[in-house]
DNA sequence: ATGGTAGTTGACAGCGCTGTCAACGAAGGT
DNA sequence: ACCTTCGTTGACAGCGCTGTCAACTACCAT
């Protein structure tokens, strides 16, 4: 194995002590300029990077980014995973995943994962970021997270999209384009964006004088076949919706299955919308109209936002109250219209 | 952070050095039974987790898996993480993703990120694994690695499927279900594996005493846009194919795609089938027929393979030279018949 | 000149663990 | 009785880095 330039090296070669070399690679104040320029160009020369293991050990810190997520979409984990790492490369961390266990007492498997793998932040992924008791036990252990597409009622700080106008919007579009009688699918409870989602809808219902039908309004559980089934029982009597508005995009998959088996044409004789933009809203014909959440640059901004959080000022006297502060950042979404909606 | 419980405290609380806490730890030999219960009671007890840190720097390791990756699918990457971190949970090793840049000299940026994570071994995804140039870098960096879903041709060890028999067993189905005139969109040819596909399509043919018709032979590139390319000129003229066997699912769906658009009915007039059975080839309508490959199982097992590669035999007197052997394991696939041909 | 302050640097201990080596007792051969 | 061998255990150094603290250098005010 090539092994690595040390501290050490680039100590010698710049002519310096390991402790200040150790200053700049931490941007630490009080480094003369010049120092550091020379500290930086040894670096460049012997392709320096600091060992982790080292730092963590020696600095109590492990530089890992945990990643916490239980359930999610394929492309919605891949896509986080690709801004965290965006984010990690530049400040030298690492990216530790923890799927959620299948097991009963999941809160205590994920525990037990942050005490053996002692992340310095976790990002939190739905509907992980919703579960109170998780949360709890987090804050508890003093361990510093951000959750990421999700409310962020009171469960610490949060980057996600304004969930509420993106529904309201797409809603609006549908019927914009003349469509009246909308049924919608809602995400499971456990979910908080289940509800904001619904909210959107109604909003827009509401604010165009049209009824929310309950016959048209069922739960779904984010999946495929949950669609399938919600679709089946709106679709099968005589009064039937003319527009389905399903709360993510792998539910209004099963509803345009649906309408092929049952021979009706998408959009002329259906509607559809989804929310999320997965790859299968794009390859479906006729596309489907969807939400378009900016994943990847929401793990990123999630992952740089927590890093502040830990790394803090530098003369930080450990003033650990303001840490599960309100904050929250909200990054625009995208309304992606394609045939489904009769684009 | 509920801080966990060190060496030490295990050390003392069995009664013995920590020296014989770690050689428990690490399964070493010459560990008097008794002694060995007592200390796995104390690290019970205290549900102690050794420090990866620690450990790395003072045994020279990383207790790191890097996982290299580029431009895959979603859930090919998902799944493939699954595995890898089943096999990683039980021997604690964590898990270090390397997406590979998009930048020109992409083997230096990849060999840089070795240098600098340091992992115990490297898992190549296709198609990193038929990369020549960077089995090369590996090798003279001294690095393990095991390739997944590739051939293995002379670069190192690999678990895959038998792609040739899965390509010909699909293309099997196809003629005995009574379609003859059948089309092929091959994958890049920077993937090893599009050669095999299309070999056991060949052979099915072949032994049909079926023609391959050159016209009906198109390169995709494993994506969605390039089925689509390619139907779209398979399905132009008068003179069609009544089955197309693309060799992966996003270009099946790009054939489907184009063959509803051309009010094609499939299967009735063109049947499709694909390879890898994404969620893809199970919300589509009709159901796309594909292969399956165990990507979860081939992550585990390459994992474990990988690991007993480096830990190596106790006694190992650093006999490197079996390291780049042509050892590779081969999993089961499984056809999945859907609707797309017919079922 | 003297003292005070802020900016800059290095010596040194030690993070939690593993590798090395030496110490010890038990078992076996002479 | 002796020496040898092997299995078992612990003392100790040190992995590459950071935190602490002390030293040293300006530089200003007195």
Not at 236 to 259: E, H, L, Q, W, Y
């Amino acid at each position: 194995m090539a092994t690595a330039a040390t501290i050490n090296d680039v100590a010698k070669m710049a002519g310096v002590s390991i402790k200040t070399v150790s200053r700049v690679v931490n941007r630490e104040p009080n480094v003369r300029e010049k120092t550091r320029d020379l500290v930086l160009q040894a670096i460049q020369q012997l392709n320096y990077k600091p060992s982790l293991a080292a730092r963590g050990l020696a600095g109590g810190r492990s530089f890992l980014i945990g990643m916490m997520y239980d359930n999610a979409s394929d492309s919605f984990l891949v896509d986080l995973q690709r801004g965290i790492l965006r984010a990690c490369r530049e400040r030298h961390y690492g990216l530790a995943l923890c799927p959620a266990s299948r097991a009963e007492d999941r809160t205590a498997d994920l525990m037990e994962w942050v005490v053996s793998t002692q992340p310095d932040g976790i990002i939190l992924t739905p509907p992980l970021s919703d579960d109170q008791s998780l949360v709890d036990r987090l804050i508890d252990a003093n361990v510093t997270f951000i959750s990421v597409s999700s409310t962020g009622t009171g469960l610490g700080p949060s980057v996600l999209i304004d969930e509420v106008d993106a529904a309201r919007s797409m809603a609006q579009h549908l019927i914009d384009a003349g469509y009246q009688d909308i049924g919608f699918i809602k995400g499971p409870a456990d979910h908080a964006c289940s509800d904001l989602r619904f909210r959107g809808f109604e909003m827009a219902m509401n604010s165009a004088g049209l009824p929310v039908n309950s016959d048209w309004v069922k739960v779904g559980e984010f999946d495929f076949d949950s669609g399938v089934a919600a679709a089946e029982q709106m679709l099968k009597g005589p009064n039937r919706p003319t527009a389905i508005f399903a709360s993510n995009d792998d539910m209004a998959a099963g509803v345009i299955n649906v309408a092929y088996r049952s021979g009706l044409n998408v959009p002329k004789d259906l509607a559809v919308a989804g929310f999320d933009d997965t790859p299968l809203a794009q390859h479906f014909w006729p596309g489907l109209s969807t939400v378009k959440q900016p994943i990847i640059q929401i793990g990123q901004q999630a992952t740089e936002y927590l890093m502040g959080l830990f790394e803090g000022p530098p003369s930080g006297d450990s003033n650990e109250k303001t840490k599960s502060g309100e904050q929250s950042m909200v990054l625009p979404y995208e309304l992606v219209l394609r045939g489904s909606t009769g684009a």
